[in-house]
């Protein structure tokens, strides 16, 4: 029981496709006591489907372009809880005209977009989950191999990708005084929802399975388990690392 006593919030379940529904999987197993976000009300019939099987989560609102609601999710668990181990941020967005053709048509209103739900909101994020981690605690997020290498159609996604993997050193660096780690999972791969917004990405993942060292499809819960890792404390000497968990793919040439 890896998470025993450890209590955190998770960012990013849409469905049961979702890899943040792998990493809320593995963390319940161990005993972690969990506070699932939801978008919008539309996807929030999911997540209360999905949290049935889970020992009593709390369940709140958090669309990530809005401060205030970023504000009032953080008041509730000051209230709730008045600590707060870890946190998990495995969301990300840009508009499905972005993620084809060329990044060189990318419009100043998808980047800014782009930029702001899938890299700004982990800083907003940890600014206010920090005092909250007077204990120390863990924060994650999500990258792609797109963030480090040309992906095609992945775009402007990429760019935001990068800045969200620097946020991640500077993060590790300003808050590992505080005995706080910032790290990323860059996983392989999968069909989900956000996925299925990037043209050509069927294609993308028969590459990845006939060129990566392990042969197969990265699952969102070996993705899950990559997380359990870096957020309870067999993570503990681990700060800033963006860990690929991508059956080997990011270490071929091509
Ligand atoms: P998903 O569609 O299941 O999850 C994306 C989540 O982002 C959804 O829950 C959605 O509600 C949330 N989101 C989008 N805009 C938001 C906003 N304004 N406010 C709050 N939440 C918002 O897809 P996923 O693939 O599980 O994505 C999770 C993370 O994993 C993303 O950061 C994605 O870039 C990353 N990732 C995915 C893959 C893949 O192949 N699927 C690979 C590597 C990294």
């Given at each position: 029981m890896l998470m025993q006593g450890k209590r955190g919030l998770i960012v990013g379940?849409?469905?049961?496709?979702s890899i943040a529904w792998g990493i809320t999987q593995k963390l319940a197993e161990q005993g972690a006591e969990l506070c699932l976000t939801y978008q919008n009300e539309r996807l929030s019939k999911n997540v209360r489907e999905l949290a049935e099987?889970?020992?009593n989560p709390l369940l709140l609102p958090l669309d990530l372009t809005s401060d205030k609601q970023i504000v009032m999710t953080f008041e509730r668990l000051k209230q709730e809880?008045?600590?707060?181990d870890f946190v998990v941020h495995a969301a990300a967005f840009a508009p499905?005209?972005?993620?084809?053709?060329?990044?060189?048509?990318?419009?100043r209103e998808d980047f800014r977009l782009a930029h702001d739900i899938s890299a700004y909101s982990l800083t907003a994020l940890a600014q206010m989950a920090h005092p909250l981690m007077s204990e120390g605690g863990s924060i994650l997020t999500l990258s792609y191999l797109g963030g480090q290498r040309v992906v095609p159609n992945y775009n402007v996604m990429g760019v935001a990708k990068a800045a969200l993997e620097a946020s991640v050193r500077y993060l590790a660096a300003d808050l590992g005084p505080e005995g706080i780690r910032v790290n990323a999972v860059s996983a392989g791969p999968i069909k989900t929802l956000a996925a299925s917004g990037i043209s050509g990405f069927g294609s993308m993942m028969r590459h990845h399975r006939s060129r990566t060292p392990l042969r197969k499809d990265t699952d969102i819960f070996e993705v899950g388990d990559a997380a359990l890792f870096l957020l309870?404390?067999?993570?503990?000497?681990?700060?800033?690392q963006v860990l690929y968990v991508d059956g080997g793919f990011s270490i071929m040439a091509e």
């Open positions: 379940v849409a469905n049961k496709w099987g889970l020992n809880w008045g600590h707060l499905r005209a972005a993620l084809e053709g060329q990044f060189l048509a990318t419009s309870s404390s067999m993570g503990r000497g681990v700060t800033g």
